[in-house]
């Protein structure tokens, strides 16, 4: 096991390299002056503009403004945004925030969304299944932002039990109703996926023969088809984990979460190159290390997976 994680810990390299240097690429090679355009429409005076570049490295040539980048990012300097504050504060301050939702719509996808998914499976061709299949249908098929906007209007306005807007310091209970829109489409998917599964492993020869076993209903449904049906489901929460850390923009924008996803769009559109090459090499570190812990889970769900010493 051990072998294995320094395996996986030495191939995460060149993918961190790879993908650092592609955004800083995009953010910073690209045609056009980024200093330029954080003046907009004014244009600044000469010696203004070369103390700026060089403030940010930018007066360099591009391979050596990546090579300060990755030392600054190894030594845990995210840089600072062209505001003059540094990315790790905005970091400390919007990435808690984008976790706590992040967790509690994957807490809402996992509980429901397998639970029902395993009814449906075990009752495939029912009156539950038939409705379910349907109802994930429906909200796979409506776009984020409409859940959004339709959620704020019956639960927050009409019925009053959320609050339509996430107050200052983002409270837990305000990130409710933010997190079950997140959690609506992948819900549908997981439930969808969930079913398929259970189908699957119950029609296995190793589930028929526990039955013939003897084994009663409550032991093989939990240990023998949920178990073995959980690898695809553990999977998809688990890139979905790394897209709602990062990929929330929209809930965020709407719900005015002061959150990493809504943060990076404002980055965006204010041209703070720093910020968004800081906040997406985090987001790929993110998206690595889960990609590890969900490998080394499969060995726990499946006894049969087994990792080479």
Same mark, same amino acid.
């Given at each position: 096991?051990?072998g294995? @994680?320094a395996r996986?810990?030495?191939?995460?390299?060149?993918?961190l390299?790879?993908?650092?240097?592609?955004?800083y690429f995009?953010?910073f090679?690209m045609?056009?002056?980024?200093?330029v355009?954080l003046f907009?429409?004014?244009?600044?005076p000469?010696?203004?503009l070369? &103390?700026?570049? *060089?403030?940010?490295?930018l007066d360099?040539p591009?391979?050596?403004?990546?090579?300060l980048?990755?030392?600054g990012?190894?030594q845990?300097?995210f840089g600072?945004?062209?505001?003059?504050?540094?990315?790790s504060?905005i970091? &400390?301050v919007?990435?808690?925030v984008t976790?706590?939702?992040?967790?509690?719509?994957?807490? @809402? *996808?996992?509980?429901?969304?397998?639970t029902i998914?395993?009814?449906?499976?075990l009752r495939?061709?029912?009156?539950?299944d &038939?409705?379910?299949?349907?109802?994930?249908l429906?909200? @796979?098929?409506?776009?984020?932002f409409v859940?959004a906007?339709?959620?704020?209007?019956?639960?927050?306005?009409?019925?009053?039990?959320f609050?339509?807007t996430?107050?200052p310091?983002?409270p837990?209970?305000?990130?409710?109703l933010?997190?079950?829109?997140l959690?609506?489409?992948?819900?549908a998917?997981?439930?969808r996926?969930?079913r398929?599964?259970?189908?699957d492993?119950g029609?296995?020869?190793?589930?028929?023969?526990?039955?013939?076993?003897g084994?009663?209903r409550?032991? @093989?449904v939990?240990?023998?088809?949920?178990?073995?049906?959980?690898?695809p489901?553990v999977?998809?929460?688990?890139v979905?984990?790394?897209v709602?850390m990062?990929g929330a923009t929209?809930t965020e924008?709407?719900f005015?979460v002061?959150?990493v996803?809504?943060?990076?769009?404002?980055?965006?559109?204010?041209? *703070?190159g720093?910020?968004?090459?800081s906040?997406?090499?985090?987001?790929?570190?993110i998206?690595?290390?889960?990609?590890?812990?969900?490998?080394?889970?499969?060995?726990?769900?499946?006894?049969?997976?087994?990792?080479?010493?």
């Amino acid at each position: 096991m051990a072998g294995y @994680i320094a395996r996986r810990l030495l191939q995460a390299i060149p993918v961190l390299l790879g993908t650092t240097f592609l955004i800083y690429f995009m953010v910073f090679a690209m045609p056009g002056d980024p200093v330029v355009a954080l003046f907009g429409d004014k244009t600044p005076p000469p010696q203004v503009l070369e &103390a700026v570049r *060089e403030r940010y490295n930018l007066d360099q040539p591009f391979i050596v403004q990546y090579l300060l980048f990755l030392a600054g990012i190894f030594q845990g300097d995210f840089g600072v945004s062209f505001s003059g504050q540094p990315v790790s504060e905005i970091l &400390a301050v919007t990435f808690p925030v984008t976790l706590q939702l992040a967790i509690l719509a994957v807490l @809402i *996808e996992m509980v429901f969304g397998i639970t029902i998914g395993l009814v449906s499976g075990l009752r495939k061709g029912g009156i539950f299944d &038939a409705s379910f299949l349907v109802v994930s249908l429906i909200l @796979i098929s409506l776009p984020v932002f409409v859940v959004a906007f339709v959620a704020q209007f019956v639960f927050g306005i009409q019925l009053g039990w959320f609050r339509t807007t996430v107050g200052p310091g983002a409270p837990i209970q305000d990130l409710i109703l933010p997190a079950i829109v997140l959690a609506t489409i992948s819900f549908a998917q997981i439930v969808r996926l969930t079913r398929a599964s259970v189908i699957d492993t119950g029609g296995q020869d190793f589930v028929r023969t526990a039955a013939s076993k003897g084994l009663s209903r409550r032991r @093989i449904v939990p240990v023998h088809i949920l178990r073995n049906s959980l690898i695809p489901v553990v999977t998809y929460l688990a890139v979905d984990f790394g897209v709602l850390m990062v990929g929330a923009t929209v809930t965020e924008g709407i719900f005015n979460v002061p959150g990493v996803g809504r943060t990076l769009y404002q980055a965006i559109i204010r041209g *703070e190159g720093p910020t968004v090459v800081s906040f997406v090499t985090v987001m790929v570190l993110i998206y690595l290390v889960i990609n590890l812990l969900v490998d080394l889970l499969y060995a726990v769900l499946d006894p049969r997976i087994r990792y080479a010493k």
